[in-house]
């Protein structure tokens, strides 16, 4: 079935370290990939997506790009904050009804 | 976020009935409900499109949606279980039947069943 896999669980980093998630994704054809953050108390934040295959998707320093090759949208982010610190969840769009399915979400703390 | 309203925000229930209520701004015609569970990802319940139920996922009975209107969503809980204790998000996206159309949550009600 189609299903979207973040390895990392937690990361800890400090400030103005450079940032990658990786997220993998199974599923027939095209699918749409998200990335999403959620800050504690609040719902999930959309960040980007993207649709198609080389696409980059960015925000807020953030950025992935859709490689259908390896099934993977990884999220990077060149320098992080304190401020970055959140839940990040990547997400698959499928099928003909525009139901986002959400990886397990990573955890990541950002120490000053 | 302003644009999509959830009430209550904090609910605590012995068995009693409620209902969550949710009202997007932004002129969407799908709007969506979401269970969180703690440390999990957010999951489907269910999906309306123009007042109409789409997409019903596996939820147990005692959850009954309803959609007034297209900028409305409710969702009555009936009898509640330990299980149910979560964050419930409203969210709403342009229409349904695009796979690449963006989601927009609001911040959810936390029920809490004791």
């Known amino acids: 079935g189609d299903s979207v896999t973040q390895t990392e669980g937690q990361v800890a980093l400090s400030e103005e370290d450079f940032l990658t998630i990786h997220c993998n994704y199974s599923a027939s054809g095209y699918p749409a990939l998200f990335w999403y953050v959620q800050y504690p108390g609040e719902g999930p934040q959309f960040l980007f997506r993207a649709s198609r295959d080389k696409e980059k998707g960015s925000s807020r320093g953030f950025e992935a790009t859709y490689d259908k090759g390896t099934t993977s949208f990884h999220l990077r982010k060149a320098s992080v904050q304190e401020s970055d610190s959140a839940v990040y969840y990547c997400?698959?769009?499928?099928?003909?009804?525009?139901?986002?399915?959400f990886g397990s979400g990573t955890k990541l703390t950002v120490e000053p | 976020n302003t644009k999509i309203t959830q009430s209550p925000r904090y609910l605590i229930l012995g068995r009693a009935n409620k209902s969550l209520e949710c009202e997007q701004h932004l002129g969407h015609n799908a709007m969506y409900w979401y269970k969180q569970s703690a440390e999990k990802p957010p999951e489907l319940m269910f999906l309306?499109?123009?007042?109409?139920?789409?997409r019903n996922e596996t939820v147990p009975s005692r959850f009954i949606p309803e959609c007034p209107d297209s900028s409305k969503l409710l969702l009555h809980i009936s009898a509640v279980d330990p299980e149910d204790s979560a964050v419930y998000f409203c969210?709403?996206?342009?229409?349904?039947?695009?796979?690449?159309?963006?989601?927009?949550f609001g911040e959810g009600s936390r029920l809490i069943v004791v």
């Open positions: 309306y499109n123009l007042k109409q139920l789409i």
């Open positions: 997400a698959l769009g499928v099928s003909n009804y525009n139901v986002l399915y």
């Open positions: 969210a709403s996206s342009q229409d349904y039947s695009n796979s690449g159309n963006t989601l927009y």
